[in-house]
């Protein structure tokens, strides 16, 4: 017995340092526990707070949309009303009911504008980094969702204006009695194209949703975001400027719309050189153009605020710094390089491939 105690010891011994070497070991197989672990919990916040706020924020879009409609349908009336002398009770009638419509939809879809940008914003702030996590391929997913929501917007614009070009065609229609069949024809070509941008529109804006909210749980090795102030502070205003490019699209179809009602009452006074209704046609046509500025430069500049703080984040030490945790999964970075003359941005860019698993390559 006391011969076989040493043997027992170093086997002992063997296994033990098997179990610690297997441990320390760096490898794992894809698919395997390690591999897994390294995905991190999968978190119900960033459904709630980015696929929430976006819900918000997309229902404030169709109803702004449907009070728009409202206002053209209200218009209409009026002009029938004040061609009937203004002595048609239920033209009036009419008029004022889809006017209040107008505005009350117009007010609410503000407040859902306000209310999603607020909820999105105040979970980039209020929550934990842990809360939101993404992989490289969640990275890019989240920068295809982004791209694919502005483009619902352009379309969503275009639709917009295209309805208004179409309340012009139709009304130059039946200036003829309704017999010229080039007009009818550019009108029914206009009104189709009014359908396919509507509809892309929506397509896009809701594609883009899920895609923003789905990113967070694309599997891969998941790293935190938003960790520091300034990622924070990127993100929310980045939100805050693509809710306000919301309200700016509405106030720039409002005045496209009435800019061309002022025209419309310009000619039919037989169009004279100096009138202050060819003044008020200027005036809602420049803001109609300033407000489609404002709208195209707060949705990109918020898009570009909120991609920076996610996809870009800002890296302090130089590209001869050591290299953090993250820096294996980050695709793109922005790195700032201190230079004698001040300081110098430079972009390092991961391709994807190089940041797959090795057993996804």
């Not at 320390?24 to 999968?42: C, H, K, L, N």
Request: aromatic fraction near 10%; charge should be neutral.
């Amino acid at each position: 017995m006391r011969r076989c105690r040493p043997a027992v010891a170093a086997a002992l011994l063997l296994l033990a340092l098997g179990v610690s070497a297997q441990d320390a070991s760096p490898a794992s197989p894809p698919g395997g526990p390690a591999s897994r672990a390294e995905e991190g919990p999968v978190s119900l916040l960033p459904l709630l707070t980015v696929g929430g706020g976006l819900l918000v924020l997309q229902a404030g879009g169709l109803v702004n949309r449907t009070g728009f409609e409202l206002h053209r349908s209200a218009q209409d009336f009026w002009d029938r009303y004040v061609q009937s002398g203004a002595r048609n009770e239920d033209l009036e009638s009419a008029y004022l009911s889809r006017w209040f419509g107008y505005l009350g939809l117009e007010i609410g879809s503000y407040a859902l504008w306000g209310a999603g940008a607020a909820a999105m914003s105040l979970g980039a702030f209020a929550l934990p980094a842990e809360a939101f996590r993404l992989s490289p391929e969640g990275r890019y997913v989240f920068t295809v969702g982004m791209g694919l929501s502005l483009a619902g917007h352009v379309f969503a614009f275009s639709s917009g204006l295209q309805a208004t070009k179409n309340d012009g065609s139709w009304d130059a229609y039946l200036r003829t009695g309704g017999y010229s069949e080039p007009l009818r024809n550019a009108y029914e070509a206009g009104y189709d194209r009014y359908v396919s941008a509507t509809a892309k529109g929506a397509a896009f804006r809701l594609l883009g949703a899920a895609a923003l909210a789905g990113s967070f749980y694309v599997p891969g090795r998941k790293t935190p975001v938003l960790q520091r102030p300034l990622d924070r502070l990127l993100a929310g205003a980045g939100i805050a400027a693509a809710a306000a490019g919301n309200v700016f699209l509405a106030a720039s179809l409002n005045a496209k719309e009435q800019s061309e009602w002022e025209w419309e009452k310009y000619a039919a006074a037989g169009a004279p050189d100096d009138s202050e209704l060819l003044d008020s046609y200027v005036r809602q046509y420049r803001r109609y153009l300033a407000t489609a500025l404002l709208a195209y430069g707060l949705w990109l500049g918020g898009g570009a605020s909120v991609l920076t703080a996610v996809c870009l984040p800002l890296e302090g030490g130089g590209i001869g710094a050591a290299a953090g945790p993250d820096d294996a999964t980050r695709p793109v970075e922005l790195v700032v390089l201190p230079t004698a003359s001040g300081v110098e941005l430079l972009i390092r860019y991961r391709p994807l491939a190089a940041a797959l698993p090795s057993g996804c390559r």
